[in-house]
């Protein structure tokens, strides 16, 4: 499997949205196809 993305990190927020950046794995051994992203709301 593909490694996991470096350096998470959200860089701006609102009540609608939020602007993630990462850096790229130092060793591609497969193709990223995508990236799930999942938010939840702590009560």
Known sequence: ??????DVRVVSKNSRSARVMWG???SVSAPIKQF???YWKNS
């Open 24 to 26: 790229s794995p130092s």
């Open 36 to 38: 799930v992203m999942m």
């Open 1 to 6: 499997p593909p490694e996991s993305p470096l």
